[in-house]
């Protein structure tokens, strides 16, 4: 029993990383008062050329550094077509979506003759870790040792970012773009600077989460599913339910996580079929931002009456 629960708690951080990562780039965006609709096919863009570029030279690092840098450049786009050319940002976003379903399957059939998904299996992969300290307790080794240094990375980047946004002159200034971007012109705030900053950061961290994903494994699946199996999509009702803040990122994003594993046990176990096991988080996500949603339409009736 005592295994099982371990098993189940390490399943839960494990598929927590590439949400979490992709939500805390959403909350960003979100605080300089965009919503980006495109975090699912930026984890694409990512998941694919980081597997591609780490299998062509044989290294990680470069692999994982051009995942990132596309998914920065995509960001910067993003933020340019919505405020030089002013095209309503949730266009751009469901067209990067479009773009990142349909360009990497192209590439993948142009560039390796494969249908669909590509296996790289002597590609170099995130590697797990033991953690010293850790590794000899029992039962708690088994849920918090032998992650991949991204998963560590992750939960660094919630406590860092908590950091930079409440604590740092940096994330005052984003907030008030994001609740004001008249009054924060006027306070002598670069509206536009801090609107990029928001995609490009979120743009780094939806390449994490995307790169985790395929680098983890040696493999990418391209399709209307894809790699990331919805996990942009999720993403935006974490944004929601987070309130810009970090830490309710990383335990809603956890919850979900917890739905997904218990999906696996329950088609392990059960026979439950894989479809119906597909849709748990997203029906968790989706009865969260409703009973959110709800409280928070009854709290603002109660303050005018």
């Not at 692999?63 to 910067?76: A, P, R, S």
């Not at 949730?90 to 142009?110: C, K, S």
């Not at 980047?157 to 609740?179: N, P």
Request: proline fraction near 3%.
């Amino acid at each position: 029993m005592n295994e099982f629960i371990s098993g189940f708690l390490y399943t839960i951080i494990a598929y927590g990383t590439p949400l979490i990562l992709c939500s805390l780039g959403g909350m960003m965006t979100g605080l300089s008062g965009r919503f980006n609709l495109g975090m699912e096919g930026m984890m694409l863009f990512a998941a694919f050329f980081s597997l591609y570029f780490a299998n062509l030279w044989g290294s990680l690092w470069l692999g994982l550094l051009m995942g990132v840098g596309i998914t920065v450049l995509i960001g910067l786009f993003m933020a340019f077509m919505s405020i030089r050319l002013g095209v309503d940002i949730y266009i751009v976003g469901m067209a990067i979506n479009i773009l990142g379903t349909g360009l990497t399957t192209f590439l993948i059939y142009v560039l390796t003759g494969s249908q669909g998904s590509i296996i790289y299996p002597t590609a170099p992969k995130l590697a797990k870790i033991a953690t010293p300290l850790i590794e000899n307790i029992p039962y708690l080794n088994q849920v918090l040792s032998n992650h991949t240094w991204l998963d560590y990375l992750t939960i660094v980047l919630v406590v860092l970012l908590y950091a930079v946004i409440f604590k740092t002159a940096f994330g005052r200034r984003l907030r008030a773009v994001g609740m004001s971007e008249w009054v924060a012109s006027a306070r002598g705030i670069s509206v536009d600077g801090m609107i990029y900053a928001s995609y490009a950061m979120c743009g780094a961290l939806c390449g994490l989460a995307g790169a985790s994903l395929s680098l983890s494994q040696g493999i990418f699946v391209g399709g209307f599913v894809g790699m990331t199996n919805g996990r942009g999509w999720l993403a935006m009702a974490v944004v929601i339910l987070a309130q810009s803040n970090p830490y309710t990122v990383l335990f809603s994003a956890w919850a979900l996580g917890a739905l997904s594993a218990a999906g696996d046990i329950l088609q392990a176990a059960v026979g439950f079929p894989a479809r119906l096991v597909q849709m748990l988080p997203f029906v968790g996500a989706l009865v969260a931002a409703s009973v959110y949603s709800y409280r928070r339409m009854k709290r603002s009736k109660q303050s005018f009456s």
